[in-house]
């Protein structure tokens, strides 16, 4: 069975622009199928905002078709019923935290510190991505 997770958007970032590295390979599992990544409305369009700002428009294209090429198969898409406001010292955080918490899955990011709080008062699941890889290597 694959994991449940949510990829906060830097390292979905780091994953299809460096390709190598530990988010390259969490991208690799999530092309492999090891993975079921959930997202929500609001995490695809800052996906989308964050690729499309910080890429040039030829390499945009070229993510971006990666990218829609994986949410069309091991996606869940989140329908957001409950938030849990505020949980995160960057309020801009707060809508990856509604998607892990609605989606029952584990959160993969750089940033744990801005997901301590969800984390203790909530229970939520926060994961690097070395530690994610980790995990994943002890899954039969």
């Known amino acids: 069975m694959a994991l449940r997770v949510v990829l906060d958007t830097n390292v979905v970032f780091e994953g299809l622009t460096k390709q190598t590295g530990v988010c390259g390979l969490i991208i690799d599992a999530w ?3 090891l ?13 989308d905002d964050v690729l499309s700002r910080k890429l040039s428009a030829w390499r945009y294209a070229e993510v971006i078709a990666v990218l829609d090429e994986l949410l069309d198969e ?9 938030t849990w406001r505020p949980m995160s010292s960057d ?4 809508h990856v935290i509604d998607c892990a918490m609605n989606a029952n ?3 993969i990011t750089s940033n ?29």
Not at 116 to 126: E, I, T
């Open 35 to 47: 993975l079921t990544v959930c997202v929500s409305n609001a995490l695809l369009n800052e996906y």
């Open 91 to 94: 309020p801009g955080d707060e």
């Open 112 to 140: 744990v510190r801005d997901f301590q709080g969800a984390s203790n008062r909530l229970g939520l699941q926060v994961l690097t991505p070395i530690e994610f890889v980790k995990l994943l290597a002890t899954i039969e």
């Open 105 to 107: 899955a584990r959160l």
């Open 31 to 33: 092309r492999a199928g």
């Open 74 to 82: 091991a996606t869940h898409f989140v329908r957001i019923y409950y």
